[in-house]
């Protein structure tokens, strides 16, 4: 499994200036727990197994006022690292899957839960 920094370093330039690895560790972590709101919004003739190719304008709406991330950045992050997510989820968070972060009071993305 490739780590989250290595999908990171290899973000354009102008990404990484605007987005740090911190921010997008919150964004890996926000779309994990947002992939049932993912799917639901796809197409009646949508497969789950396959990775959207990009969100859904409500789900980039919710990220953008989260994470106060413009839309470029959300679709150049979902590009990144959309297919880890949609396969891996929260394992391939490792050792960032514990840590506590708080969105706007909205979530604990960083809460791990009982499966």
């Known amino acids: 499994m490739i780590s989250l920094e290595a999908i990171y370093t290899k973000l354009p330039q102008d990404i990484r200036h605007w987005t740090s690895l911190t921010t997008a560790i919150k964004f890996l972590r926000l779309t994990t727990e947002l992939k049932p709101a993912i799917v639901h919004a796809q197409p009646l003739s949508y497969d789950p197994a396959h990775v959207p190719e ?26 990144a690292f959309g297919v880890a997510i949609w396969l891996e989820g929260r394992p391939m968070l490792g050792a960032y899957s514990n840590s506590s972060t708080r969105v706007h009071g909205l979530l604990d993305i960083g809460a791990t839960r009982s499966e």
């Open 54 to 79: 990009e969100l859904d304008s409500q789900t980039t709406l919710f990220i953008l006022k989260c994470l106060g991330l413009d839309g470029y950045n959300i679709e150049h992050l979902w590009a």
